[in-house]
């Protein structure tokens, strides 16, 4: 079975680049979509990107400015880079499969259990 | 970008009701593109409903999905305990994905 685990710096000072990988266990990286999702506190949520085990991309417009999305097929692991940062982009951090019938249009399954990255001076 | 308004914002209801949460889309998502997720605090979302109505492994069959176009419906025929909690919507059907605000369900 398949399991995520999100790792990085719990704290990031604004302007600065957050930094997150998710490491997959339980099965292959490969021939997969992976991506961010991410959940201010108390507030909804807000899907980042995704990214296909052969490096192609696709982000959410409000954030593709900022957002870098990277795979390492060699350590099973997918990587979230978000540059300039500033307090609205406090939030826990999720790392989700995507899965579906038409794929990489899909839903998200399963859940890595999120990390909280706060941005603060 | 498809914005998802999901209603009511907060449902009150006991043990043993029937709950109905209803999704919203601001243009069609067809048949098959709406998946719907359980969150409980301190959790991250959990799959419950993928293609508007398909059961995910391991959820029990009071929970369904029904609708079509841009209504949906997530109906929890008897509440259990374990199922207050907040629950979101999810289309899939353009990119970027996006999900409504959320419905809170909460013990009467």
């Known amino acids: 079975q398949v399991q995520l685990q999100e790792s990085g710096p719990g704290l990031v000072k604004p302007s600065e680049t957050l930094s997150l990988t998710c490491t997959v266990s339980?099965?292959?990286?490969?021939?997969?979509?992976w991506s961010w999702i991410r959940q201010p506190p108390g507030k909804g949520l807000e899907w980042i990107g995704w990214i296909f085990y052969s490096g192609t991309t696709n982000y959410n417009p409000s954030l593709k400015s900022r957002v870098t999305i990277s795979v390492d097929t060699s350590k099973n692991q997918f990587s979230l880079k978000l540059s300039s940062v500033t307090a609205a982009d406090t939030a826990v951090y999720y790392c989700?499969?995507?899965?579906?019938?038409?794929?990489?249009?899909?839903?998200?399954?399963?859940w890595g259990p999120g990390t909280l990255v706060t941005v603060s001076s | 970008e498809i914005v998802l308004t999901q209603s009511p914002g907060t449902l009150s209801l006991s043990p043993g009701e029937r709950a109905t949460l209803s999704c919203r889309a601001s243009?069609?998502?067809?048949?098959?593109?709406l998946a719907w997720y359980q969150q409980k605090p301190g959790q991250a979302p959990r799959l419950l409903i993928s293609?508007?109505?398909r059961r995910a492994t391991g959820i029990p069959d009071r929970f369904s999905g029904s609708g079509s176009g841009t209504d949906f419906t997530l109906t929890i025929s008897r509440l259990e305990p374990e199922d207050f909690a907040v629950y979101y919507c999810q289309q899939y059907r353009n990119s970027p994905y996006t999900f409504g605000q959320g419905t809170e369900l909460e013990i009467k």
């Open positions: 293609g508007a109505s």
């Open positions: 339980g099965g292959s990286i490969s021939s997969y979509y």
């Open positions: 989700a499969r995507v899965y579906g019938d038409y794929v990489p249009s899909g839903w998200f399954d399963p």
């Open positions: 243009q069609s998502v067809s048949s098959s593109y």
